[in-house]
């Protein structure tokens, strides 16, 4: 790592940790300078194989990760970080809006994507937004049952048939917006507004492949596909 790609130099002390992934040089520093300005702290690495050196010595908060790097692309990135630290919610940036980008980078576990060139403000908020819904404020309250899931909302927590099911954060907000309307039709729409807190930044491809990855964990019984309609958890 370079002298100016040094995390926390000058910048803010007890902001969220920010890891950000990003081969270009100059994109790396004048990113990490607008995310301080943000009040994030900001680690960087230069490629994948960095990023997961500096992912265990870190510990951060949120990834940025971009997706188009040498040695390890951001999309193996991220599916190697996820398989380390779980809960860690991750951002990939692309410089193509192609759905195939977006949707490889949601397969592999991320939580949002920004469009290369972006706004600061644009990416500040989203990483706002994914640490609101990595952090849900939850009253102390029984473990919910459903069918053979066992769901402890404050500790994110979920076992399915006594076997525990590690979710991303998004993957779990989103198991949280059935359980909140257990039996009701939820549209791609609403639920984009729930889980990913606005519509009009959301892919509606995006709840369908999120929706898919739960399935596979959870199981295809619990989750029910209205044509033309939407999704429903059934009991």
Same mark, same amino acid.
């Given at each position: 790592?370079?002298?100016?790609? %040094?995390?926390? =130099?000058?910048?803010?002390?007890? $902001? !969220?940790?920010?890891?950000?992934?990003?081969?270009?040089?100059?994109?790396?520093?004048?990113? %990490? &300078?607008?995310?301080?300005?943000? $009040?994030?702290?900001?680690?960087?690495?230069?490629?994948? *194989?960095?990023?997961?050196? /500096?992912?265990?010595?870190? #510990?951060?908060?949120?990834?940025?990760?971009?997706?188009?790097?040498?040695?390890?692309?951001?999309?193996?990135?991220?599916?190697?970080?996820?398989?380390? /630290?779980?809960?860690?919610?991750?951002?990939?940036?692309?410089? %193509?809006?192609?759905?195939?980008?977006?949707? =490889?980078?949601?397969?592999?576990?991320?939580?949002?994507?920004?469009?290369? !060139?972006?706004?600061?403000?644009?990416?500040?908020?989203?990483? @706002?937004?994914?640490?609101? @819904?990595? %952090?849900?404020?939850?009253?102390?309250?029984?473990?919910?049952?459903?069918?053979? &899931?066992? *769901?402890?909302?404050? #500790?994110?927590?979920?076992? @399915?048939?006594?076997?525990?099911?590690?979710?991303?954060?998004?993957?779990?907000?989103? &198991?949280?917006?059935?359980?909140?309307?257990?039996?009701?039709?939820?549209?791609?729409? /609403?639920?984009?507004?729930?889980?990913?807190?606005?519509?009009?930044?959301?892919?509606?491809?995006?709840?369908?492949?999120?929706?898919? @990855?739960?399935?596979?964990? *959870?199981?295809?019984?619990? *989750?029910?596909?209205?044509?033309?309609?939407?999704?429903?958890?059934?009991?």
């Amino acid at each position: 790592m370079s002298a100016e790609d %040094r995390s926390g =130099a000058g910048g803010p002390q007890d $902001g !969220p940790l920010v890891l950000l992934v990003e081969d270009d040089e100059t994109l790396r520093v004048t990113t %990490r &300078l607008v995310l301080e300005r943000h $009040g994030f702290r900001v680690a960087t690495a230069f490629d994948g *194989i960095n990023g997961l050196e /500096q992912l265990e010595a870190v #510990g951060p908060d949120v990834l940025v990760v971009d997706v188009v790097m040498p040695r390890m692309d951001g999309i193996t990135f991220v599916r190697r970080a996820r398989e380390r /630290q779980p809960d860690v919610p991750a951002v990939v940036l692309t410089a %193509r809006d192609l759905p195939h980008d977006q949707l =490889a980078g949601f397969e592999a576990g991320a939580d949002d994507y920004v469009v290369k !060139p972006f706004d600061g403000d644009v990416l500040a908020a989203r990483l @706002r937004a994914v640490l609101r @819904r990595g %952090r849900p404020e939850q009253p102390e309250s029984a473990d919910v049952l459903v069918g053979d &899931l066992r *769901i402890d909302r404050p #500790g994110m927590v979920v076992h @399915r048939d006594g076997e525990r099911v590690t979710l991303s954060s998004t993957e779990f907000r989103l &198991l949280e917006a059935f359980l909140d309307h257990i039996g009701r039709v939820l549209s791609r729409i /609403q639920l984009l507004e729930i889980v990913w807190g606005d519509a009009a930044w959301g892919d509606p491809h995006v709840v369908e492949v999120t929706v898919q @990855r739960l399935r596979a964990k *959870i199981g295809p019984g619990h *989750i029910e596909t209205v044509r033309g309609a939407g999704y429903k958890l059934v009991r």
